[in-house]
């Protein structure tokens, strides 16, 4: 049985506890901006290694990891991603996507446990016939844990 609760809202809502606090004390960082922190070195190559992946990028907050995952896969400007109205990219990332990527957001609304209804998202994607009188939906944006 679990005796720990932890709160997955925000990435800074759990606080650290004094073992998490003593090891980031001791970690062995430098600048991690010129590639020579061995710590972050270290967290992604096992990030890629779990993921399956060729390699992998730390960054320091939800909000940041949301923007560039989003700009990664929308990458022209005026593109669209569909998005649930309870969202963290939509309701608590003032906007980032539109403004620093151009990224058009196309609300669905969420159910009541966070999930979208698979027909709403499809009914929602637009079809690349009409990409000169609209946006090009690039992009549909599901969450593993839902902000309410």
């Known amino acids: 049985m679990a005796t720990k ?5 925000s990435d800074t809502v759990t606080k650290p506890s004094e073992a998490m606090r003593a090891a980031m004390a001791a970690a062995d960082v430098e600048d991690d ?12 190559a096992e990030m890629a290694r779990i993921m399956g992946k060729e ?11 949301n923007l560039i995952s989003v700009l990664a896969h929308c990458d022209t400007r005026g593109s669209e991603a569909i998005l649930g109205d ?3 990219i939509h309701v608590y990332e003032h906007g ?8 058009h957001p196309r609300i669905v609304a969420n159910n ?3 999930t979208m209804d698979i027909d709403k998202i499809v009914a929602a994607i637009r079809s690349p016939d009409g ?18």
């Open 5 to 9: 609760v932890v709160d997955l809202r």
């Open 33 to 44: 901006i010129l590639g020579s922190d061995p710590t972050a070195r270290r967290f992604e």
């Open 55 to 65: 390699a992998a990028l730390f960054v320091p907050s939800g909000t940041m990891a």
């Open 86 to 88: 309870n969202s963290h």
């Open 96 to 103: 980032g996507i539109s403004t620093l990527g151009g990224v």
């Open 112 to 114: 009541a446990d966070g």
């Open 131 to 148: 990409s000169l009188y609209y946006p090009t939906t690039r992009l549909i944006c599901l969450e593993n844990t839902q902000g309410k």
